[in-house]
């Protein structure tokens, strides 16, 4: 399968793990965001722009199977679409290659200084819209 | 606004707030789940049942506003649907009577010896069939 | 006992609770963090101040039984020491009265433009000498 | 320096910074478990020992430097000590060489059957002691 997007590997550590003694689903949302900072970073986007701050606008995942302790799991991300609003991400996290969790997260712009949305920034535009990949044909997420 | 689930307040601490100074997306997960823990332990449903786990299936967040350090949360939580493989919850956080995320998480049952889905146990069935409240009319979560 | 200083209650989350199936020792950190912010809030310190934020120095945590899901913790603070530099706070996590963790933190403070130690601000300094209950007799923590 | 012990790289993550700009010092607690386990590991010896569980009995941190996002840490443990009941470990964290952070953390074991202190594990004893550096000449930590 070839990946438009990027692949960061993390390891299920003891802190990830709850007390059913699996990998906790919330946990995966820290997955993503490791994930989304090294694709936006590979494409010279800052964590901390100028005048506004990246804020989550919607988030979806859909857990397949449970991770457990020490398991290397790979995070791969890549732009679903941008607006003038939003950028939409699409995440999938696989075990030697098998899918375990889907995820799509919406990320707006925040201005901390009006309190109010702000548009994405151009140099975000610019450099997602060429790398987006349109709309996965998958029903959800 | 009649709640037929159940609310629990939660407090954004210190340890809640990234580096954009909000409370971070990743933590809101955790507050759904302190509300849905009461919101179990108030129909009698254990937090570890006898041969099974509840695990996330599904999970969807909508964030409209960003929440600050000790502000004030209100978490509801109320069913939505049951069936044989899962359970449905609907969430709203408020602040001040103001929504400012929604959320929907759809919890399945494992069975960790061996190590395949299991289906909801009667107790959970029962309890929050009863308790049910319809699918929202809200078109996302 | 008086307590010359000021009580939070905390309760053992879902999210506390690690694969050994007893509150991890790292969430007892934010358990005092909790604590501290509300004592420094009831003596007008912010959390935030100007030109300088307050650093961890050293942090000494003694584990005396473990805490499970749901407890009930009460984490007193108390200020004992206050010199030029550094700020030396005394905590004790309790359940239902017994001693569960007792901790001792040195806040320092930094000046994150010249990324170097800076004073204690005089504003901490005054309030928490004024409250200060001096070293504790017990040999550790 | 020769390091008797073991050395286990982290990253500073986005989840890991807090409000202050700065990896949050709670989080080491987290990157002092990692190596730990690692190391055990190494040893071949078990996250989940037969009968008894590994609970913190103690834990010192001296924090020197603040660290950042995205900073590569290097976090190496050792044996101090080992005896019936307790098993020390001293930690650095370094970053580039230099040291930010230094630790030591008590480990004792726990029998969830009986609620009660637990005996250090035969193989944990032979394995640690086999590896056991001694007290460091430093005072603290």
Same mark, same amino acid.
């Given at each position: ?33 490791? =994930? ?35 398991? =290397? ?34 990320? =707006? ?6 309190? =109010? ?25």
């Amino acid at each position: 399968v070839t990946e438009p997007g990027q692949t960061t590997r993390v390891t299920v550590e003891f802190e990830d793990v709850d007390s059913y003694g699996i990998a906790h689903h919330g946990r995966f949302v820290a997955y993503l965001e490791r =994930a989304r900072l090294r694709y936006l970073e590979s494409h010279g986007l800052p964590v901390y722009p100028h005048g506004c701050v990246p804020v989550m606008y919607a988030l979806e995942l859909r857990f397949r199977k449970p991770a457990r302790l020490m398991d =290397a799991l790979d995070v791969s991300v890549e732009t679903e679409a941008v607006d003038d609003f939003t950028v939409t991400l699409r995440y999938r996290v696989r075990r030697a290659g098998e899918v375990l969790v889907r995820a799509r997260s919406v990320i =707006a712009f925040w201005d901390p200084a009006g309190d =109010a949305p702000a548009p994405v920034p151009e140099l975000f535009r610019n450099r997602m819209a060429a790398d987006q990949v349109g709309r996965d044909d998958e029903k959800d997420v």
